[in-house]
């Protein structure tokens, strides 16, 4: 039986633990238990759903406790999980509470007191579909006369069933580039109101993490209800959720939920500080606030020793509110609860990279066809080098995928690289002195023994080379990492392409001792990639954490196959800010004459 659990649990995604944390944490909030017990849970869950290295991994590494939120009990009861395949406390814990209130949990809007009252109110039995029995209670009205529920409620259930079974549910979420784009075009809509004064995203999107659920809009207005029905005359409005004085929910016609909350100039700075840090970083703020008699909310800061004579004190501004707590202000990537506080208090935060910082793009893909390995790109060279002038770039690469092993022998390859560069060059030549310069790269695969997939024989055609894994990704972490060492230690390597391997919502990270990679990469002088596309974003911010605490530099590129794909820049720089980078951690932020002497050695 031991054995069984055991397979099973192999197939255990980090999205799974994390699940099953949420769970405990929900029993505890029935059960009445101590506040910091389920915020532990909940905080270890965040963290365990956007690790990209399976916590399995990460346990039999003995590495569990360097996971941000994993305390020494959660610790010890995810090892039982992964020797045994159950964990009794959990167990424990969840007894005698319905398995149907767990699955609500996934509806917008439940928490755990709302799914479990539901689902003994209505008796929903463990051999039920909770969730067809919940809209039949819906549609017979049966909720609306629970205690602490009503007509308004029993509709909002309804509407979230909806939501669940389109997939648009809190669990499905958006990639970044994708929510940006919505919000921004209902920001520029919002804008050309004369009532609107200041205007920001909020939540996830605003600290730009890699998904994004709902879309949060604040706006600073003193004609509250002025903006909230320009608002709703946006054309791309499909459904009205609910319409309040200050806030409104809408359904786009792609599906996609927006809400706004607008608030008086005079406390804005406030709500926005308060609906745009993590749960974490909220909560930690709260308590470092507390420490000072003080207390905060939406609304402004309370003095709790006066709290019966004064109200709220207001603020305009962020930068005014958290200068009133004694903290410099804190720039939204970094609001996770991961040190930015104390850092904030110390005046040692960092001085993020801007988007404005990056001067090339070393990772773009050609429709010179070299019959390669993997997709081709769908831009000439010039058109290429047109939209890097655009975009006001110093250099760039042309990091075509290397040619194809497979219809191909060493003589072969080396002709057609050879053929890229007499063809490179040419363009050099025939090109004026004052444009964008440019370099001869490749995006070489990494084979499942460490090997790179060109001939040594070609390096005296390329300047210098990416390396990537494109393949064989369930490797064990030790052969991964002997794999990735072995590649890196080819002449011309100078940059490991997104490292990780993983596809968000649908690989995982490989799993590898990357401590013994980045410093490998340090001694080597090799930069770690922050790949812009939307679907990597890797590195992913908390090993950028890691690796600049390690001293390792690095590089920012799109991996661009078509030329509009060179705009993603913002969502790499956006990685990278998340992951604390400064300018100065980043080699291409660095003038042309200086990057060519790292990039070639000089």
């Known amino acids: 039986m031991r054995s069984t659990n055991l397979v099973v649990l192999a197939c ?8 099953m944390l949420r769970e405990v944490a929900a029993a505890f909030v029935i059960k009445n238990e101590n506040r910091f017990r389920i915020i532990a849970y909940e905080r270890a869950a965040d963290s365990i759903e956007h690790q990209t290295q ?6 039999k590494e003995g590495k569990i406790k360097e996971i941000p939120g994993i305390g020494p009990n959660i610790a010890q009861h995810l090892g039982e999980l992964f020797t045994k395949g159950k964990v009794a406390h959990f167990e424990n814990e969840k007894k005698g509470l319905p398995k149907a209130m767990f699955s609500l949990l996934n509806l917008p809007g439940f928490g755990a007191k709302k799914a479990f009252k539901l689902t003994r109110e209505l008796n929903i039995k463990d051999s039920d579909d909770p969730f067809k029995k919940l809209k039949e209670a819906a549609q017979a009205n049966k909720i609306a006369s629970i205690e602490g529920f009503g007509e308004k409620s029993e509709q909002d259930i309804l509407t979230s069933l909806e939501s669940f079974q389109k997939k648009e549910a809190k669990l499905s979420r958006m990639l970044l580039p994708i929510a940006y784009d919505i919000a921004t075009r209902v920001i520029n809509y919002l804008k050309k109101s004369n009532s609107v004064i200041e205007i920001y995203p909020l939540g996830s999107l605003r600290r730009m993490v890699a998904t994004v659920g709902d879309i949060d809009i604040a706006i600073s207005s003193n004609q509250a209800e002025k903006v909230i029905e320009y608002f709703l005359k946006f054309p791309e409005v499909g459904k009205i959720i609910d319409k309040g004085k200050e ?3 809408v359904v786009l016609k792609n599906g996609v939920q927006v809400d706004i909350m607008v608030q008086p100039e005079i406390a804005f700075g406030a709500l926005l500080q308060h609906f745009t840090g993590s749960k974490h970083h909220n909560i930690a703020l709260r308590e470092y606030a507390l420490k000072k008699d003080l207390s905060l909310s939406e609304h402004g800061i309370k003095d709790l020793k006066r709290a019966k004579e004064q109200k709220s004190k207001e603020f305009s501004n962020e930068e005014v509110f958290y200068n009133f707590l004694g903290l410099d202000w804190i720039p939204p990537e970094l609001r996770e609860d991961t040190g930015e506080i104390e850092a904030a208090q110390k005046h040692n935060l960092p001085n993020l990279v801007e988007l404005s910082d990056i001067k090339g793009d070393l990772h773009l893909h050609s429709n010179y066809d070299l019959k390669p390995s993997h997709d081709l790109g769908h831009n000439s060279f010039l058109e290429i080098l047109n939209k890097a002038t655009e975009l006001k770039y110093e250099y760039i690469a042309f990091s075509e995928h290397n040619p194809k092993q497979s219809g191909h022998n060493i003589s072969d390859i080396i002709d057609i690289i050879k053929r890229r560069k007499q063809t490179i060059d040419k363009i050099n030549y025939s090109l ?4 964008v310069h440019f370099f001869n790269m490749m995006e070489t695969d990494i084979l499942p023994n460490g ?4 001939p040594k024989q070609t390096f005296e055609y390329i300047d210098a080379t990416i390396i990537s894994i494109h393949s064989s990704f369930d490797q064990s972490s030790s052969d991964m990492t002997k794999r990735i060492l072995k ?13 990780t391997g993983r596809l968000i919502e649908r690989r995982e990270g490989v799993n590898a001792n990357w401590f013994e990679i980045f410093n490998f990469c340090k001694a080597k002088n090799i930069a770690l990639e922050i790949n812009a596309n939307p679907n990597r974003l890797d590195l992913p911010d908390m090993l950028v954490r890691e690796a600049v605490k390690n001293g390792n530099k690095f590089v920012i590129d799109t991996d661009a196959h078509q030329i509009n794909e060179m705009n993603l820049m913002r969502f790499g720089v956006s990685v990278a800010r998340r992951g604390w980078l ?9 003038p042309y004459s200086e990057f060519k002497k790292w990039l070639l050695n000089l």
Not at 12 to 19: F, G, P
Not at 582 to 590: F, P, Q, S
């Open 487 to 499: 590649a890196l230690s080819y002449s011309k390597v100078k940059i490991f392409g997104h490292p």
């Open 54 to 59: 399976s916590v399995e991994e990460l346990w």
């Open 451 to 454: 090997y790179l997939a060109l």
């Open 582 to 590: 400064e300018k100065n951690d980043i080699l291409n932020t660095l």
């Open 247 to 249: 806030t409104t929910s």
């Open 432 to 435: 004026k002195s004052d444009r």
């Open 12 to 19: 255990m995604t980090n999205k799974e633990v994390a699940v």
